[in-house]
């Protein structure tokens, strides 16, 4: 091996291994989780952004403790499938989900890619901002000053320039994400019923109408969409993993799924309240719109913790997010691209990141933006374009070239069609929902 | 930034070959598509060129949506 020229990027990347290896050698076994978990519960804590913890509000407002709750278990458990095949390339090929696509598949399925995730993306970081100011506002904080504390928080997280130190500071973001437990005890929740909600997937008020199919959708929506699969391998890359910490990577990812799992049924129970109140939430605009309607049933604490916990959803998501499009346009047009680089040397890197924050905190300050129109597109761009993400993903990971021994057993591959197939049907009719309401009556 | 420390060479050989930000500036060759791939591919431009304009559809409507 040549050392002679070797980068910034090399060498932080080398230290970080090497705390690694001294924890396997001397079989420090939860050091060594600690030292590997990252990328799979950013990903899953930062999926559960903004907009999904506002679909959670409706689910829980909508339909109360019932069959939600072990629904949203099972999206999970289908978004930790998904994820785990990033890993696995990741470890596999040590190359970014966009650079694989451009050099196994060409340019056409390289820009179409690339197209639709920093399109989707830089809608989804304008919702992240409005759920921002929608939290700060709840607090009496003026839109400026939450949209520019937003700001400040991504922009200092990248001036670390140490992939490590930039996760550390995501994941304890991420951590609040839990707000939303103590919420949903303030709201008293009735043990038997979320155990009879487990065992018996009801009871479902109100039938299976157009209203439930909806709401299927967004769930689907709010855990598994294509900027989750970028972000996931790049970070795995950018992170450095190797194939001996395979094992750890999917315990990383399930320790995800299930602090995001957790997250989402909390709530669902914390709004639930609002179901038995019968309490109207058609109008409602925002994650602070329930946070207010809340607060006379479980109190100004629980109101409030809902409340930061919209602000942390919106934050994480938003430095994940702009993240995730870094490392693909990056990848797409062959520059560098780490969390490890300087400045000068991952300007694009961090200059995407940078502008694409600056331009959706811009629009959120526009008075009179269509910010709903935003909202909604987001969805239907999310669900029609998974079908073509999840269906790369899985060429790629049953690539034998590349996945060296790594690629897709039929089990796997079952499991994984299943899925595919399950999401790019929930998908197309999401999209036909929301586009043609009256061919299905809604 | 360069560093030939004895110790940093040592602390490099701790990355594997394809780690290196050098190796990653290599492409990977371009895979051989089979008949069934080939066929996924097209079906998903087939896909596409109806998404394209849904979405596009969904904007706009949202948009008068938001107007109103």
């Known amino acids: ?442 | 930034m360069s560093r030939r420390h004895p110790d940093d060479e040592a602390l490099i050989g701790l990355l594997e070959q394809a780690q290196l930000a050098s190796a990653k500036s290599c492409p990977l060759p371009r895979r051989h598509l089979g008949k069934a791939t080939l066929a996924i591919l097209i079906a998903l431009r087939v896909y596409v060129i109806l998404a394209i304009p849904v979405v596009a559809y969904a904007f706009i409507h949202a948009l008068s949506l938001g107007t109103k």
């Open chain 1, 1 to 442: 091996m040549n050392h002679e020229n070797f980068t910034r990027e090399d060498y932080l990347r080398a230290q970080d291994r090497q705390k690694v290896q001294q924890s396997r050698a001397a079989k420090n076994w939860l050091r060594l989780i600690w030292l590997l978990a990252g990328p799979g519960v950013l990903v899953m804590l930062g999926e559960n952004d903004g907009p999904s913890m506002v679909s959670y509000a409706t689910t829980g407002a909508t339909y109360g403790v019932g069959f939600f709750i072990p629904f949203i278990l099972l999206t999970f458990a289908m978004a930790y499938v998904v994820q785990e095949m990033t890993v696995r390339l990741g470890v596999a090929t040590h190359r970014g989900h966009a650079e694989l696509i451009f050099q196994r598949f060409g340019p056409f399925w390289g820009y179409f890619a690339i197209a639709d995730l920093v399109f989707g993306n830089l809608l989804t970081l304008v919702t992240e901002f409005i759920a921002i100011q929608a939290g700060g506002l709840y607090f009496g904080i003026p839109t400026w000053a939450s949209v520019l504390g937003g700001v400040l928080v991504v922009f200092t997280s990248m001036a670390l320039r140490r992939y490590a130190t930039w996760e550390r500071v995501a994941l304890t973001l991420a951590a609040c994400n839990m707000l939303f437990i103590p919420a949903a005890l303030l709201a008293h929740p009735n043990p038997a019923a979320i155990a009879h909600a487990m065992a018996t997937w009801g009871p479902l008020p109100g039938g299976m109408g157009t209203a439930f199919i909806t709401l299927i959708l967004a769930n689907i929506g709010a855990t598994v969409t294509p900027w989750m699969i970028f972000f996931q391998q790049s970070a795995v890359v950018d992170k450095g993993l190797t194939r001996a910490d395979l094992a750890q990577g999917r315990i990383d990812t399930a320790l995800g799924a299930g602090l995001a799992a957790l997250a989402a049924i909390a709530t669902v129970v914390a709004a639930a309240p609002l179901f038995a109140a019968h309490t109207d939430i058609s109008q409602f605009a925002s994650g602070a719109d329930f946070a207010t309607a809340l607060k006379p049933l479980i109190g100004s604490t629980g109101a409030a913790l809902f409340a930061l916990g919209i602000i942390e959803a919106g934050l994480v998501a938003a430095m994940t997010i702009s993240t995730s499009s870094s490392y693909a346009l990056a990848e797409a047009l062959s520059a560098k691209h780490s969390f490890n680089l300087d400045f000068a040397s991952g300007w694009l890197f961090y200059g995407a990141a940078i502008i694409a924050t600056l331009f959706a905190a811009a629009v959120v300050l526009i008075p009179g933006a269509p910010l709903l129109a935003m909202t909604l597109t987001v969805n239907v761009i999310a669900t029609l374009l998974m079908a073509p993400a999840l269906l790369l993903l899985l060429l790629l990971v049953n690539d034998r070239a590349i996945m060296a021994g790594l690629h897709n057993g039929w089990r796997a591959n079952l499991a994984g069609g299943a899925i595919v197939i399950f999401i790019c049907l929930a998908g197309a009719l999401y999209g036909i929902i929301t586009v043609f309401p009256h061919l299905v009556g809604v």
